[in-house]
């Protein structure tokens, strides 16, 4: 049994608490134990005189000697009418060192002179003063040696002590044989079933079935059934979302291929000769070019994570005027978006260009894409600063806002888009790129009046390099 295990512990605690509290009663109990041997000494030097009160005659000096010291004393004074009377006597060793009244102590001054007596290991002589019993007299006082009293306390609490060492040992056996067949038991039973679980959480067989009769365990193993049935119910739904994203990317691959072609002879249409071919084949084109685009997007998140930002140091102006120019140009076509910028000329920011060239546009585009939405003109602004611990770079529209369902499933695939048709992967994609710089992408606000995001980048090197958790799927 050892002491790093549960019934290890419990058992030297056990041993340890029962030790204590008979520690704690040995006091009393010595205190006792002393005052029964000064009773003890007392009743038998009244008997001791009870051959000289017999007779009128003086006893011989070896009968008086042989009465004193069965009685373990060297003389004996009875108080009887109010007279004081010596009636046994030998020399006494020494002087009186302390002198005992039993009939006026209390408690605590009877643990005192227990412990005194203790630990002095000198062999003293005392006087002890007590009644007589039956009523003998009005008192009797003895004077005896200190030696054979603290000698028999000594032999009295080690008998105590090593009594309360076996109990001791009993009651921790004892006691640990309960907790191993109520505690330890069904902790036991809960760590197989959680290795089995762990070699196998996709194997239902493992989950644990709850059967403690301890109420405590009851509700741990409750709970493990809980998580053990969650947990195999989400490997269950991601591998069928593996499955389906696999076959997903092989489907948009191959789609992509087919729309491309498709896109190059839709071109075409426009110089043909029948006037509404021509009026068509614009719209025909944008279809086809959201549909690659589609494609692109959806194999780009499918990819393996994203690699680690590679950290320059760039004008960030020029990089926004290069994202601005090229949505610029994307929406010509409907001529109603204004972008407004508001970056200090001079402000240089530490990241990965290429990937903070990905996360503007996905942002920047998402707002002119929701002001075009509307048929109506709009307005596109972005602005930058820096304090001393982050750059932000606030990108906001004055566009019809996000709405509701879209605001709740914020940053996730497939579920936050805005835009009928839209696959959301545009705010995933930048929130996770943002994460991997050590930053964040927050919504500030969203409304009738438009929409405002905010994207933090740290300056603490080691916080952008650091891995970051995913964001909450």
Known sequence: MRLNTISGRFAALTIIFVVLAEICILLPSLASYRLDYLESRLERAQIASLALLATDESLASDLESELLQNAGVFNVVLRRND???????????????????????GVFQTMDDALRTLFDNRDEVIRVIGSPVNQ???????????????QGMIDYGLRLLLLSAAFSVMTALLLNLVVQRLVLVPIRRVISHMVAYANAPEDPRHIIAPNARIAELNAAESALETMQKTVTSSLKQKERMAQLGQAVAKISHDLRNILTTTQIFADRLEDSADPKVRRAAPKLVNSISRAVTLCETTLAFGKAEE???????????Q????????????GEAVGKVDFVTDIPPSLTIRADRDQLYRVLTNLIRNARQAIEGTGEPGTVELAAGENDNEWWIRIGDTGPGLPEKAREHLFKPFSGSARK????????????LVRGHGGAVDLIRSDAEGSEFMIHIPRDVSIALQPQPAAAQ
Do not use: K
């Open 83 to 105: 007279i004081r009377q010596l009636v046994l006597s030998s020399p006494i060793p020494g002087p009186v060192s302390a002198t005992y009244d039993l009939r006026e102590e």
């Open 421 to 432: 048709g839209g696959t959301g992967l545009g705010l995933t994609i930048a929130a996770d």
């Open 307 to 317: 690699p680690p930002p590679t950290l320059s140091r760039f004008n960030l102006a």
């Open 319 to 330: 990089l926004a005027a290069d994202v601005v120019e090229a949505e610029t140009l994307a």
């Open 136 to 150: 003998a007299g009005q008192l009797i006082e003895i004077t005896m040696n200190t030696a054979p009293l603290r």
